[in-house]
């Protein structure tokens, strides 16, 4: 398989889910064999989250909520009550001031062997400091944060350096979360990524 058809299928599927997946790497494999979104890697290990009758219906509001805050045209009632609120806060309106906004990012990067591809809901740059915010409808949860940290990491190496900040917005309770970017956490999240992917995988 072409480098170039992995990095198709790799953005297709990002797009698709909203979450950075990471592939394994076979021996002497040039191109990625297997893969999974970081919320399952940041979840690995620990009790499975609970479902309901309400994934369905939050995971479309979740959509048009991205819809919304991109700019883009949406009639959820909820999703554009949740954007409007968003945007009335102060992270939202430094949002409105930026002198760089990017919405829904692209990105697929290799962490020590691992391909990590995905979207980032947005990063923007205000007053000479670059923020990352990744967007949640649901509440708050630490596994949350290893996401946001490959986030980074990736950004990073388009950038050429760190976002000097990386925030989680709770779009329901209207909380931000600030993430640590400090070495050893994203130390944490690489190795969280790695420990995955070289995980025994179902046949």
Do not use: C
């Not at 954007?83 to 829904?104: I, M, N, P, Y």
């Not at 996401?147 to 950004?155: D, E, N």
Request: aromatic letters at 6%; glycine letters at 8%; hydrophobic letters at 40%.
């Amino acid at each position: 398989m072409s480098t170039d058809l992995v990095a198709d299928q790799a953005r297709s599927a990002s797009r698709n889910l909203a979450q950075p997946i990471a592939f394994r790497r076979g021996p002497g494999q040039a191109s990625p064999r297997s893969g999974a979104s970081t919320t399952e890697i940041s979840r690995a290990g620990s009790e499975p989250a609970a479902t309901g009758t309400g994934v369905l219906g939050g995971l479309e509001i979740g959509i048009e909520l991205h819809r919304a805050l991109a700019g883009m045209e949406t009639r959820n009632p909820e999703a554009l009550r949740l954007a409007a609120r968003f945007r009335e806060s102060d992270l939202g309106q430094r949002v409105a001031s930026a002198s760089r906004v990017e919405h829904e990012f692209d990105f697929l990067v290799d962490l020590d062997g691992v391909l990590v591809s995905g979207q980032i809901d947005l990063w923007f740059e205000h007053s000479g400091e670059t923020v990352l915010v990744d967007y949640k409808t649901g509440a708050e949860d630490p596994a949350h944060e290893v996401q946001v940290r490959l986030y980074a990491l990736a950004l990073e190496r388009y950038l050429g350096r760190l976002p000097d900040t990386a925030v989680l917005a709770y779009l329901r309770s209207g909380t931000t979360v600030d993430v640590s970017l400090l070495p050893h956490h994203l130390d944490a999240a690489r190795e969280a990524a790695t420990a995955f992917a070289n995980a025994p995988q179902d046949v």
